[in-house]
């Protein structure tokens, strides 16, 4: 074991990290003068650039005006102007923002809020959750008991909830070993199943990322799914959640994801790249008239939070939605999304131990397998992904891992750069990832 010198209580518990010193659009510099292209954002969270001028100088001014206020005591600019923003930007009804710092407390809220819709309603049993296996929520008890990820629930089944789950729409390993468009869908007619089975009496909400990410690599659902499921949703009276932590605030092309799919959530969630990752900002919105319902019903929304509605968060956020549309950064993902999912494919797919290349806008995944006829991934004792990546990052190439993808093996990267990433560095990016992998490959496997 290595030696972990200081008090951190780190992140890796392995070995020591090098010490990052500075950051600069797409780059970051290590202690010894090092260069990385952040080509995930690190956690899929930096999309407008590190350390942007606007965004530094919007919380530099928040906090020399009022800093921390309690969110129940005054009202403040800041908050009510992004939640303004973010409703004209979200298609539908959606129109009311509760802001918080992190995705995962943004499901917990939202779980919550679903509960507190129907109780208004007069529908006190409904309270179960439906979510997705291969799904990422969050590691608080409520979302880790909505995500379906083995690995990290495992540890702690006792202590989680008892949310029902349905296959994702994941047409690479179909779950139903059915092909697309012959499937008809099956996997979003599961939720009618589970549904019906449970008893829609007491089922609450559906709970599912728009466009799977940190599990499933990008694994974009077919056109009609969705729509499927919104029809389902309304059919046995369940709140449909769509969770965009990751693939919204324009990751995909559009601020919302779920506006490529012509459909409207009751409830969404965002987070990450929601204050371009310069400090910790998450938001839930929810449709006005569930909004109404509560406060006519309820009078509140039973749920808190110190730190809820931060105005110097709020700051950052507005001032990075400032910096999306000045720059047209969302319709630039539009636009640049192809070339970076066409250079991946063309660079990538041909090679044996990579099964799939998908995504959309600047959200993309690379699926490895041991073998390519039968999609078998490699056994995760084998820690592919991981020492992959170790060696893109020793190149000076950062992605993201995506494990757990075929139970509790399989591998896969997520590649989504910040916005602003140029067709030079897009290229340097994917010809480095090219010459690793063959690399590395031809070492493990030969
Ligand atoms: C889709 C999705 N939801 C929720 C979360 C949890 O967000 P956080 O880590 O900010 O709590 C993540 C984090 O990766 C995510 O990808």
């Not at 923003?85 to 959606?94: C, E, F, M, T």
């Not at 041909?350 to 056994?379: C, M, S």
Request: with cysteine.
């Amino acid at each position: 074991m290595n030696e972990l010198p200081g008090n951190l209580f780190p992140r890796k518990l392995d070995r020591p990290l090098k010490l990052a010193r500075s950051a600069e659009g797409i780059w970051i510099e290590d202690e010894d003068q090092k260069r990385y292209m952040d080509a995930s954002g690190g956690a899929i969270v930096v999309n407008a650039g590190h350390c942007r001028k606007e965004i530094a100088d919007a919380v530099y001014r928040q906090l020399m005006s009022h800093d921390y206020i309690h969110p129940t005591m005054f009202a403040t600019a800041p908050a009510e102007q992004l939640a303004t923003k973010l409703a004209d930007r979200a298609p539908g009804d959606i129109s009311r923002f509760y802001f918080l710092s992190g995705g995962s407390e943004a499901n917990e809220a939202a779980i919550k809020l679903a509960r507190q819709i129907h109780m208004a309603n007069g529908n006190d049993s409904k309270f179960r959750l439906v979510a997705r296996w291969k799904s990422y929520h969050g590691l608080t008890l409520g979302a880790l008991s909505a995500m379906g990820r083995t690995a990290f629930r495992t540890p702690f089944t006792p202590l989680l909830k008892d949310a029902l789950h349905i296959p994702a729409p994941y047409c690479y390993r179909c779950p139903f070993q059915l092909e697309y468009p012959a499937c008809h869908l099956r996997c979003a007619y599961a939720l009618n199943d589970i549904i019906e089975d449970a008893g829609s009496e007491t089922i609450s909400a559906f709970l599912a990322e728009t466009i799977p990410g940190a599990t499933i690599a990008a694994s974009v659902p077919p056109d009609q799914y969705l729509k499927i499921i919104r029809e389902i949703c309304d059919a046995h009276n369940v709140l449909l959640i769509l969770d965009e932590v990751m693939c919204g605030t324009g990751r995909t092309g559009k601020w919302f994801a779920y506006e490529h799919y012509n459909v409207v959530p009751d409830i969404v969630t965002l987070g990450k790249g929601l204050a371009g990752g310069a400090i910790a900002l998450s938001a839930l919105g929810v449709r006005e008239c569930h909004f109404n319902i509560v406060r006519e019903n309820c009078g509140a929304f039973v749920h808190g939070g110190t730190f809820s509605h931060h105005p110097v968060a709020a700051s950052a956020g507005l001032a990075l939605a400032d910096i999306l549309e000045r720059e047209s950064l969302v319709e630039r993902v539009a636009d640049k999304g192809e070339r970076l999912g066409r250079l991946l494919t063309e660079k990538l797919l041909p090679l044996d131990a990579v099964g799939d290349v998908r995504g959309k806008g600047f959200l993309w995944g690379i699926e490895l397998v041991q073998d390519k006829k039968n999609r078998k991934p490699f056994d995760r004792s084998a820690k592919v992904a991981e020492r992959l990546w170790d060696r893109l990052f020793q190149k000076g190439f950062i992605i993201y891992v995506a494990t757990g993808l075929a139970g509790t093996h399989g591998d896969a990267f997520v590649v989504a750069p910040p916005y602003i990433i140029s067709d030079y560095e897009m290229d340097m990016l994917a010809d480095a990832m090219e010459s690793t992998f063959i690399e590395f490959f031809d070492e493990i496997i030969g």
